[in-house]
Each structure stands twice: as C-alpha cells, then as structure tokens.
C-alpha cells in the first residue's frame, strides 16, 4: 500500500473510531448529562483503607471517604473466547467505556482452567483461556494439546500484563480487585478440570490436585493438600510481589468457591495479611458468596476487610443497610448472575452499599454485545459516584426513619444537616428534618435522565413534604447551607 493511502485509510479508521466513542456516549445517555459527567483523570489514591469513623467505605491516601462501584467483565484479564488463541481484549478501549461512565471499580479476573465450556449461554462453543500465571514449559503436553505447566515457574507475559493493567487503571483514578483463583469454574464448568494445570496430565510436577480421585478436583480450594497449598501461597506471593507497590490494589481470594472452601480462603486471607506486614504498602482482601450453599454469615464472620453477599436478606430488592462490620461490595454477579436495574443501584447506594455490576460488555464470553438492556445500570453506577463525590460521605449513615420512601443516607446535624433520600416510585415523599436547623439547599436528580433540577431553599426543624417535578423514580438531596 503506498503510503499516501495507507495515511489516509488510517485517518479515517481515527477518525471512525472517534465517531464510534461519541456515538456510544451518546447511546448511553452521557454526552447530553449535566455539567458534573466529566469524570476526574485523578489518578488513584491510597492505599484503601478502611475509613475509621465510616467502616462502609474505605478511605484513600488523603483520608477521603472512597464510594466504589463499577462494571467488571470475565476476560479484562486473560483473554477468553472461542478461538484458539481467544481474541484479544482491549484494555484500554475498557477503560475509555469504564471512564465515559464514571466508574472507579473493576474486578479483574483470571480464570484457573485452559478449556470450558459455556452451556446453555453459549450452546455448543469451547472457550480458550490464556495467558495463565504458570509457565508452560512441557516436557510433553497437557490436555489442550499445548506444553505442560511448571507449577513452579511463572509466566512472564501474564505478570507483565497484571502490572500494566493495574498501572493503567489507576491512572484513570479506577481501583482493581485482583482476583487470586476462580472457584465456579472448577465446581461447574465443563472440561474446566479436565484442564487444569493442578491435573495430574497438565503439569510436570507430579502434582494431582483431586485428593479424593472423583475426577473434579475441588480439593485444591482446600487444605486437604499440603503441596498444593504452598503452590498456591507461592503465587500468591509472586501476585503480592508484581503489584503490591500499587496504590488501586485490592484482592479478592477467589470468585463463588464451594462451602468447604471456608476454612482454605479464610486461611489466605491471613496469608496475604501476614506477607504484606512487612512490606510497605498493606491492602483490603475480600471474600465472595459461595456458591452454591454458601451463607453471608460465613463472610461477615472472616478476617477480609470487604465481602460480596447472596440475595438473603433481601440484597436483590430491599437491600440491608450497611452496620460497618464490613465494606460490602454488593455484586449483580453474585445475586443474578448479570441482572440488576436502575432502582437496585440507588437503593444499594442509600443502603450504604457500594454496588457493583457483572457486565456481558462486548458479548464475546456471554450475553449480547454492549446490550442496551443494561444501560440503566451502568449509568446509575455513574450517577451515584457523582452524587458521593458532592457529598460528605464520610458523615452519612443509612436511617431508613427519616423518609417517608425507607431510603435515606443521612447526617442529621443541626449544624452540617445532610440528607439523600431516593423514591422509587417518585411522587410525594416526607424527610424528617428536625434535628437540622435553619435553611437546607434542595435539588432534586432524576435517575433516568441524568439531569438535576434546584428546588429553592428549605426550612429544616420539622418534616416536610416533597413531591418530585418528574414521572418515575427520584432523588432528592438537602444539604445545610
């Protein structure tokens, strides 16, 4: 091609590609919001801690409530789909889709099997992973056909990938939960531990990570083995040791492992604790619903700073305020699947939950591609950041008393009075103001268009009535002048 052309067809791939961004904003609804959209560059801050007078947040490095939530989707790590090799994930497009809709969170994944098989999301495709933390090395091949792992060696490209990932991120000001291991695919996937470098056939370490020979391998989430369990402390090492310097890093053990798990992940989380006190930089460690049969209380009672709950106790549709025991991360993917919608993400927020979503994104695992379906969502992740931002969040607590709707995030000070109340189904709504005295500001947000419209001036010292200027559902913030 000569080189004029060549100029030429690359300027109009830039400029389609910037046409396509715009078209996307405006598909989502974001290049007609308010003047608050524009997200902050900032980079990242911290590291999280967390927040010693608001434990249902963290704090940043400057002692800032911090309010997560974000879209996370299966292959931001390693690549999967249904090629071999999987197509490549662009992590930086990711970002940009992550950034249009101002979310500050993701879950990066990993996937322990080479092979699985998606089902009925999928019907009749085999999904490829790779690149994986261990080195494949052989002598001889594993199960894909590919060289056996070295389950002492690490893969040089999947490291460099998991740093430049992270150092990406938290450039964009987004913190990353890296996920350790993967426990559904193991329990439920097929051909998943028929491909496992833990097989006795993947890895030439002599290595058979089913203690009980049932031929699926869930032992290796648990202490049942000794050598596999200083396997997995040894990456778990080489993990801490590629990002642990990051200010955006929290971990998460691993993604819905089977009940028996408990004891194994309660015992890494320890393990991450104990090997990053000697180190400059400590992290939150999370744990995630079990499943199946997992039950909340098991993750209320582990040493992790944060957890994602199952649907009981009504996380689905009337979520439980948040008491600080924890930082909960409240996750579509561990309630649904993918599902959610717009009045789930508000209520989680004035819950004083921070509320994640499982997202299908460009459709090459499952799903469909960027389904609109779930836009209202994505963008309620985004509303609700903006409104975290503008408030004292260090100083609101959940009081489901103080409004006629059940939801409200409150700091009722005669002094610094601060109210958001959301009514799902929008109309009249009484707030009780007493304990503030003097003139509130009002503003009233509609969450499905994203626009904010002043109410005047308030008296505070009584309840008063509200009654919202749009159709569908509303939020209403009252702030002291």
Known sequence: MRRREFLRQSGQLVIA?????????????????????????????????????????????NGKAVYLTGSHTWSNLPDMGSSDPPPNFDFDAYLDFLDRLNHNFIRLWTWESTRWQP?????????????????????????????????????????????????????????VSVMLFEGWGVQFAKRAWETHPFHPANNVNGIDGDANGDGKGLEIHTLTN?????????????VVDTVGNSDNVLYEISNENHTPSTPWQYHMIDYIHRYESGKPKQHPVGMT???KGGENRTLFESPAEWISPNPEGGYRDNPPAADGSKVILTDT??????????????????????????????????????????????????????????????????????????????????????????????GKITVDLTATSGKLEAEWFNPTK????????????ATRTFDAPFAGDAVLWLKKK
């Open 450 to 461: 994203g626009t904010s419209t002043d109410a005047g001036p308030i008296d505070g010292d």
């Open 17 to 61: 590609g910037a046409l396509a961004n715009r078209l996307e904003d405006c598909r989502l609804g974001l290049a007609a919001e308010s003047k608050s959209v524009k997200s902050s560059r900032t980079p990242a801050s911290g590291p999280l801690r967390v927040h010693p007078d608001n434990p249902r947040y963290f704090s940043d490095g």
């Open 119 to 175: 089902g009925h999301w999928r019907p009749g495709a085999t999904h490829t992973v790779a690149p994986h933390p261990f080195a494949r090395t052989g002598p001889g091949n594993a199960a894909d056909g590919k060289p056996k792992f070295d389950l002492t060696e690490y893969d040089r490209d999947y490291f460099d990938r998991l740093r430049q990932r992270l150092t990406a991120a938290g450039q964009r000001g987004i913190y």
């Open 333 to 426: 993917d561990h309630l649904w699947g993918i599902g959610g919608n717009q009045a789930w993400v508000w209520k989680s927020f004035l819950r004083g939950l921070n509320p994640l979503f499982m997202d299908p994104y460009d459709g090459t695992v499952i799903g469909n591609r960027f389904d609109p379906k779930w836009d209202p969502v994505r963008k309620s992740l985004g509303h609700t950041r903006r409104l975290a931002e503008r408030m004292n969040l260090t100083a609101m607590t959940p009081n489901s008393k103080l409004a006629s709707s059940g939801y409200c995030l409150a700091h009722a000070s005669a002094d610094e009075g601060e109210y958001l109340v959301y009514a799902p189904e929008g």
């Open 289 to 291: 619903f079990q499943y």
């Open 226 to 238: 000794g050598k596999v369990t200083a396997l997995q402390e040894a990456y778990v090492r080489k």
